[in-house]
Structure formats: C-alpha cells, structure tokens
C-alpha cells in the first residue's frame, strides 16, 4: 500500500507487509523442511488482518497468550487455539465456551490445574509447561516423578482429549550469535528428551510444542518435537537483530513519530512516542538502555539504521532521542522519526494491534 507521509499526525505503527509476508513464508518452509507442525503465537501481532497472511484460518493451528485473544481470533475463524501460558482457574467460563467452539488447548504447570480443568464441561487438550533452564514458568525438566503423575492423572480424564509437553526455550534471548543461540537450543531439547526417556507414557501418546523466535530462525532441525511455536519473526525487532537472529532488512515493524521538541545544546530532540507506546523494554549499549533504532526514511518505509540516532529515555508520553550534529541541524518541528522498537510484541500490544499497512 502507498503511504502518505503527510496523514500521520501522532505516533503511528508501521508494517511492512512485504517483508512480514516473505518472514512468514520463510518459517513456513524451515518447518516443513524439518518436518515439524508450525504452530505461530499470534500475541506478536494480534491482528486478523495479519493472521491471515498465516494462511486460511481454519487450517492455522495457533497460539496465544490470554482467553481474550483466544476469543478475538476463534471469533475470527481459527479452530485450533493454545493458550501458551498457564492457565487461570478465573477464566474457566471463557475456557469452556472456547473449547465447545473450537479445539482448545490449555497449558498447566501443578496439578492443582487439574481440579480446574474436571470442571470444565468440554474437552480439551492439555500440555504440561517443561522449564528446561529459563526459569519463567514451568516445572523442571528434572521433576520425572512429578510429571509423571499429573500426565497418569490426566490422561483419565474425561475432560483431556489429548496431552502434550510445551517448551519454552526464552533463554535464547540473551544470548549472542548463533553460536549462542544453538547451545540453548541443544541444551534445552536434550533436557527435553532426557524427561521423555523417564516418562511411563509413550511418546507418540504425546504432543511435543517447542519453539522461540530465536531457535526457530537459526536453527534448521527440531528433534523430538511435533511442532514449533515462534511468534516475533513476523516482525522481528531490534532485540532480535542485536541476538543475531535476523537482519535489519528483515525487521518489519517500525513506529513514526513526530518531532515535538529540539535541542541542540544537548543533540537531542523529543519526539511524541514514550513508554505507552514503545514500552521500557531495551537494549544494552555500552551499559545503557536503548528503546529504539531510528531508521533511514524512504518514499513507502524505512531502510537501514541511522547510525548514532536512538531513542534514549522514554517517559509516559514522550521519548529523548540522540542524534548527531549533523543530522540535527536538518531536522524541524513536526518531521517524523521512523523508529524499530526494542520489542515488536510490546508494541503492538500498546497499540491493540492496530496498524498502518505499508
């Protein structure tokens, strides 16, 4: 779509359809080229227009990360809907209505969930949340006997049609290169075997969902797994470039913002974007927090980075950005800044995932 520059009026996400679209159809081709299911998260964009470019909905098994979106999308079209994160007891109406609608899987990680779930008057899938070493949620991959007996006890419920094991390697993103990228992947899919080799039950009796955006781009085999689960590569952002897990020309999500305040005496100028849009999350800089990388802007989008121009502090409503000399001395009062957040997730959760399509 042609962007006209002249209607953004305030801070405005930006996505690059063509590169989202070639980002999808890469992910689609690793997964089948390793034989795995791709089961993308869509708490990335959270977008219907988006989710389709996945596919037809009614053939894109996803996943999520609230009974929320789960409803947005099932309302949608979409079938086949895992909550990625563990279940909430609260939300049992809104899990009961979904699983009677679509097919629904919930994730747990005690066997407390379990009480929850005999009260539930559709069936649904189950996974057990393994923590291989990122230490978020999960139950150890080293607890075999506790694992055990919620996957015993679930298995005879009349409530679980069909059980599964979900990992969630977010460990990967500290690391550096892929070199650093590939040791999480092996330590976390060997930890993941070794408690499959110590289960009572087969594994083709279960399902086995892995996946980070990471891993997923980098690495090219899945061992033991049925599916992969990524979700930021539909964007991608500056974190991931910074992790080596994609290139710039990859990243295709971007915010403009336009320039509220100039000051040369300190080579910065303010720009309306903060917090409520760019969230705090960031990067490392030479020991300081960065939220965003300003880009080179071009008739439909943006280019490459503009060396020594970022987005240094964010506060409710407003961001500080540095830029060199030169380049502030061609700046004016209303121009727009075109920035690629730290974080592509957080951002379009910000924006309720609305966009501008470019």
């Known amino acids: 779509m042609s962007l006209n520059w002249n209607t953004i009026t305030g801070p405005q996400v930006l996505v690059d359809s063509r590169k989202s679209k070639r980002n999808i159809k890469r992910m689609q081709e690793k997964a ?10 869509f708490k990335t964009h959270q977008s219907v227009t988006i989710g389709k470019w996945f596919g037809k909905p ?5 996943a999520v990360s609230s009974a929320e979106m789960a409803r947005h999308f099932a309302d949608a079209g979409w079938q086949d809907i895992l909550l990625a994160i563990p279940m909430n007891p609260r939300a049992l109406p809104a899990y009961n209505r979904l699983a009677r609608e679509v097919r629904f899987g919930l994730t747990i990680e005690n066997a407390d969930s379990l009480k929850a779930i005999a009260r539930l008057l559709n ?22 006997e506790t694992i055990n007996l919620i996957l015993e006890q679930a298995r005879t419920m009349p409530q679980v049609r069909g059980l599964g094991l ?20 092996e330590e976390s899919l ?12 087969p594994q083709h009796e279960l399902r086995i969902s892995v996946g980070d955006t990471p891993t997923c781009s980098r690495m090219e085999s899945f061992l033991g797994a049925d ?36 000051y040369p005496e300190r080579n910065e100028v303010v720009v ?19 939220f965003g990388q300003v880009m080179h802007q071009t008739a439909n989008g943006w280019g490459s980075p503009i060396q020594g121009a970022q987005l240094v502090s964010v506060s409710q409503e407003h961001g500080k950005v540095r830029v060199s000399e030169a380049m502030l001395k ?10 690629v957040p730290a974080h592509s997730c957080l951002v379009m959760a910000a924006f309720n995932g609305e966009c501008t399509v470019i």
């Open 32 to 41: 089948a080229s390793a034989h795995v299911a791709l089961r993308p998260h």
């Open 58 to 62: 009614e053939e894109t098994p996803i």
């Open 330 to 339: 061609e700046l004016e009062l209303g121009d727009l800044l075109i920035i």
């Open 123 to 144: 069936p649904v899938d189950v996974y057990i949340e393994i923590d291989a070493g990122y230490g978020r949620t999960g139950i150890s991959w080293r607890a075999h």
């Open 190 to 201: 060997q930890r993941l075997a070794e408690l499959i080799e110590n289960l009572h039950i």
């Open 272 to 290: 309306h974007g903060g917090a409520v849009h760019f969230s705090k999350d960031s990067v490392s800089i030479d020991g300081n927090s960065v």
């Open 227 to 262: 599916e992969i689960r990524p979700g930021n590569y539909v964007f991608y952002d500056w974190q991931q470039q910074r992790i080596g897990a994609c290139d710039w020309p990859d990243v295709a999500l971007a915010v403009a913002c336009p320039i509220i305040g100039i």
């Open 166 to 185: 979900l990992l969630h390697a977010g460990n990967s993103y500290t690391m550096r290169g892929e070199h650093g990228i590939a040791q999480i992947h």
